[in-house]
């Protein structure tokens, strides 16, 4: 499946409809007042998020999504049928920035979620609205608006907790494919994942959390080389770094450098994220070396290192105790945060509450 993470198009709201001038024609009533009804709304788009949908893949092909218009007003006071909105599908993770004025939109998160992000226009006002004292036989009514247009920037970012990283021929796809039901391609050579690989790896619980192998990273990726950009963006999300090192390659200290720089370069927060170090392939190595390797690694980060072997699941047991531990505290310290910015929130409220103030609001002091 090819992956497609970015896509441009355009989305415009249905017109209103036109408002209608018409009169009562009623026997034995000379003269019927105005009775021209609003034009009905013109239809929305809107986004809703897609669980099922990996890629913005579609977007390529049906660029232009339009709602239906709102219908004109009817004779006897009757309002317009509204036009129909257009759901359009896309995948969890998906940005929808606006074009013209560069600015975000929305982020669809969560499966279901919606954004509107092309209002249809109103309906115009009938004649009946234009009914007063002065101008009993209104001949005029309003057009309907048109709908909001705008040219979107659809940008995909994947909504995977820990981010499986390294350079090309780690180990990483392996490492995934050892953990969860994901089956990427693994080969002998650089290069060979192209689009990152999600996987789902269940805790002991039964939980299941997302994983994400990301295509090898490469000198000059924080830069754009081999497509590094792309790959580094959808590490933005990720709770965890998971940094496969190769230790059989010529010199796994630089390699571990050249990854370190290029989320140093790209910034976006890379560098500050959690970072566990799984020193990879230990099969095809003596111990001695790999510890060497180790205490080299260990003068200048101070993530924890774990001992792998991704291909015959040596170490793989300590490394994911390591990981849930690490995600449980993560999520412990921000449901301790939110717990008490919900108690801050709580407190400036009740400061903000008259009924607690002994200072007199409008000469007039409340008391509880
Ligand atoms: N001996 C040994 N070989 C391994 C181990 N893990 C991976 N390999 C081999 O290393 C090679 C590269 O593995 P991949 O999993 O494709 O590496 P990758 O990091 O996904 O590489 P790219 O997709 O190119 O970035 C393959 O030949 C694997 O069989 C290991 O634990 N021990
Ligand atoms: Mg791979």
């Not at 317009?80 to 940005?95: E, F, H, L, S, Y």
């Not at 230990?282 to 003068?299: G, V």
Request: proline share 5%; net charge negative.
């Amino acid at each position: 499946m090819q992956f497609i993470d970015q896509a441009e198009i355009e989305v415009q709201g249905g017109k209103g409809g036109d408002g209608m001038v018409s009169f009562r024609r009623e026997k034995y009533v000379p003269a019927g007042g105005p009775s021209g009804g609003n034009g009905g709304r013109g239809g929305s788009v809107i986004f809703e998020a897609d669980a099922n949908l990996q890629t913005l893949l579609d977007f390529r092909y049906a660029r232009i999504f339009k709602a239906d218009d709102g219908k004109r007003g009817g004779s006897s006071n009757c309002t317009g049928a509204n036009g129909k909105d257009v759901v359009v599908q896309v995948p969890c993770g998906t940005m929808v920035y606006d074009l013209e004025q560069d600015c975000l939109l929305g982020d669809l998160v969560s499966p279901g979620q919606r954004l509107c992000v092309a209002a249809g226009g109103k309906g115009g006002l009938g004649n009946q609205h234009f009914l007063s004292n002065r101008n009993r036989a209104p001949e005029y009514a309003l057009p309907g608006l048109e709908g909001e247009q705008r040219q979107l920037r659809l940008e995909l970012k994947l909504l995977a907790e820990v981010g499986i990283i390294g350079l090309p021929n780690a180990g990483k796809s392996t490492l995934i494919a050892a953990l969860s039901a994901a089956r990427p391609k693994i080969a002998d050579y650089p290069f060979t994942t192209l689009v990152p690989n999600l996987g789902v790896v269940r805790k002991p619980t039964g939980d299941g959390t997302v994983f994400a192998d990301i295509p090898g990273l490469i000198e000059g990726a924080a830069a754009g080389i081999g497509l590094g950009h792309e790959f580094l963006r959808h590490i933005e999300r990720t709770r965890l770094l998971l940094h496969v090192l190769d230790v059989t390659a010529g010199d796994p200290i630089a390699d571990f450098r050249v990854i370190e720089q290029e989320l140093a370069a790209y910034g976006r927060g890379l560098m500050e994220k959690p970072q566990i170090i799984a020193l990879n392939k230990i099969d095809a190595l003596d111990e001695e070396m790999i510890r060497e390797i180790e205490a080299e690694l260990q003068r200048f980060s101070d993530a924890p290192c774990l001992h792998i072997s991704a291909a015959t699941r040596r170490g793989l047991d300590d490394l994911m105790q390591l990981v849930w531990q690490w995600l449980d505290e993560m999520a412990a310290a921000d449901a301790e945060a939110q717990r008490l910015l919900e108690l801050e929130l709580q407190a400036q409220a009740e400061l903000n509450n008259p009924f607690n103030s002994d200072v007199p609001i409008d000469g007039v002091t409340y008391s509880s």
